[in-house]
Structures are given as C-alpha cells and as structure tokens.
C-alpha cells in the first residue's frame, strides 16, 4: 500500500476547505440525492461525497456504507484530489502496488472505485464524488460524464451554502452596526436635551433682561443664537423619533382614517391649513401611534413647504385585501424629480428652505419611511414642482 500524499497547496486547501463549514455537519437531503443518483446511474453499491480534513477523510453524504469518515492515510479519495484528470478510476484495487493490503480492501472489499474531484472555483480540491463496487469493473464514457455532471452540482451546493452563511453572517454584522449606531444615537441625542434646555433658559433670561435694549448687534446675535438653539432642539427631537419607532408599533386597535386626521388636524387649528378626508374608511387592528405619527409627519411638511397663502391638504384612503392603502395629497412647492428617490433617507433633504427659512433635518420623513415598513408597507411618491406633492403609503392589514 502506497499512502497518498499531500498537494503541494494542502496548507491553503484546508484553509478554504475550513471556510465552507461543511466538516462534521448532518447528513442534508441535497448531498444524499446525489450520492443516491451516482449509485443508480453508475450500479454500483457505494456512492459517497467525501471530503478530506488533515488526516481524516469526512463523509458527507454515504451511500452502502455505515462509517462517517477514515483514515486519510488509506483513502483512495487522497489519490484522487492529486489528479489531474477529469476522474480517478481504479478498476482493480487488488492488482494495484498503491491498494494493496489497503484495509479498505481487505476489508470492506473495495475493488473498483470511481472518484472526481470536487474543485471550488479556484481550483482547490476539497474532496470527491465517488462510487465504489466489491468487484472489478470500469465506467462507461456516458456513466463517466455523468459522475462528472453530478460532481459539479455538488461542488455548485457547497459555493451556494458558502454564499448564504456569508450572506447571513454580512447582515448579522450590519444588524449589529445599526443596533450600536440607534444606541449611540439615542445617547447622545437623550443626553443633549439637559444642556440644551440650559441654554434655551439661559436665552430666554437673556432676552428677558435686554428687552428693550438698543444695541442691535446684541440683539442680533441673540437671535441667531435662539435660531440655532431651535434648530438643535428639532434634530434631537427628529433622532428621538426616528429611534423610537419601533416602539410606536406595538399597541394595536381600531379606528378610522377620520379619527386620524381629526386628531392631526386639532394641531393646526391655529395656522392657516385646509385639511379635508376625502374617502374614510375604517381600520382594523393596526398600530393607531404610529399611523398618527406617519400622517402627521406628511402633514407637517405640506404645511411648511408651502408657498401658498392657504396650504390645503387632501388626504383619501382605499382598501383591499391584504392593504389598507392611504395618500395624502398636498398643494406645496413640490420636489424636484432627481431628489424623490433620496428623501426618505436618513439625514437626506431636498435643500430647499421651508416657508420660515429654515432647512430641514432629513429625519421626518426617515422616520415616516421606517414606521411605515414596521406596518410591512411601502411608501413612495410622485410630485410636480410648483404645483405639489401625493406621499402614497400602505399597511399590511
């Protein structure tokens, strides 16, 4: 008996051999349906998908035979991973000086083998599909081509299983960058608030105490100050949102779209806004927080990004079976085409002023987007500049 040696890039064929994870895993229907084609399609008794580690050789799928794995040093499968022909084929163990006394003849009486390689992509033999039988034969051309297809299908199984645990394992790490980038954020946007409302206090006392001063630099930069105070107060209260949706999901009743905006619209009684339901319908079981918080969020920016004398708002409703599907439909200054897609992004704005001068945060409408998505709906939009603007959204029912 002659054992097989190791391919001059063992140290690297381990390496990538570890990354599929596939060494002492369970038997899998996909692997078994193989070996069990290779068997039928070749007649022979034993068909198994191996995979060879540093000194054993793995099964990973076993036609014929009880044992999980061998010695590697008696494997023929350590041959066949060192050739480079298409498949191994051994007709007679018994009469070659490479099996001889080989305990997998003796025995188990392993006679004939057929072996392929199964070769990743770049090149690397990690084991074989092969067949065995308890006496001598060979494979026909068609039988060969045939084992040759079935290798590929397995080697496809393994770079599709490796593409999945890596697909996984990419999300996972993602999910876990956002879980501390919300923690983060929720931190420092909660620990912001109680030295801002120092500020806002100290502004406050400030201008109390130079009402009716005449120094006009003073008074401006006081101004801009309050300005900026606000404007910070905006951002963390827009990251407080956005981080908290989530909560916003869970209680869950029945209303009406009537009720909704009743309650969005007793907001802006004192402006100068026309709010009106077009078509209400009732809505059952869903998360009344957050649909309120949805359509008030619309309905804040149809107030503020309006350049007419009276903002009016039209919001409507339809149903089906799976969707309740809501839009609300305003007459503002409207939102260029190249700036649709990107303004439900987090932190991403149109850059245009709103009707008090002021730019925007980028977080309304992430946070409409992300409430609307936990509802397992979709939000989208279509707007015409200077005429205005439909935010059409959905809920799952």
Not at 129 to 151: F, I, N, W
Not at 241 to 247: I, L, P, V
Request: hydrophobic letters at 35%.
């Amino acid at each position: 008996m002659i054992a097989p040696q190791k391919p001059i890039n063992e140290s690297k064929r381990l390496e990538v051999l570890k990354s599929y994870k596939l060494l002492d895993t369970l038997p899998e229907d996909a692997y078994d349906t193989i070996t069990k084609l290779a068997s039928h399609i070749c007649n022979t008794p034993i068909s198994l998908v191996t995979l060879l580690d540093a000194d054993r050789n793995f099964l990973k799928s076993r036609r014929g035979i009880d044992m999980s794995e061998s010695p590697r040093d008696i494997s023929f499968c350590g041959h066949a991973i060192l050739t480079e022909e298409p498949i191994f084929l051994v007709e007679d163990a018994r009469l070659d000086k490479r099996f001889q006394d080989n305990p997998l003849v003796k025995d188990f009486k392993a006679i004939f083998y057929a072996g392929v390689p199964l070769r990743t992509s770049d090149g690397y033999a990690l084991g074989t599909l092969c067949v065995y039988d308890h006496k001598p034969r060979t494979l026909s051309l068609e039988e060969q081509d045939a084992l040759r297809g079935l290798a590929k299908q397995t080697v496809l199984l393994f770079e599709a299983r490796k593409r999945n645990m890596d697909l996984a394992a990419s999300e996972n790490e993602t999910a876990q960058r956002n879980d501390r980038l919300e923690d983060f954020a929720r931190l420092v946007a909660h620990d912001l608030k109680s030295p801002l409302a120092s500020i806002e206090g100290l502004l406050n006392l400030l201008k109390e105490d130079y009402l009716d001063s005449n120094d006009e630099d003073f008074a401006l930069y006081l101004k801009h100050l309050d300005t900026s105070a606000k404007s910070m107060r905006g951002y963390i209260d827009g990251l407080l949102d956005y981080y908290r949706a989530d909560t916003l999901l869970a209680t869950k009743e029945n209303t009406t779209l009537f009720k909704l905006v009743k309650n969005v619209a007793d907001l802006h009684k004192s402006s100068d806004v026309a709010i009106n339901v077009t078509d209400d319908i009732k809505l059952a079981s869903v998360s009344t927080i957050a649909i309120d918080q949805i359509i008030s969020n619309l309905v804040d920016n149809a107030t503020k990004y309006n350049d007419k004398d009276t903002p009016t708002i039209q919001i409507s409703a339809t149903e089906s079976k799976d969707f309740y599907t809501i839009s609300v439909k305003d007459n503002g200054t409207g939102i260029p085409e190249d700036k649709q897609d990107i303004i439900f992004d987090l932190f991403k704005t149109t850059g245009t002023k709103d009707r008090n001068g002021k730019q925007g945060s980028g977080m309304g409408l992430a946070t409409v987007r992300k409430l609307v998505e936990g509802l397992g709906g979709t939000i989208s939009v279509s707007s015409v500049v200077g005429e205005g603007s439909i935010f059409t959204f959905t809920i799952r029912r």
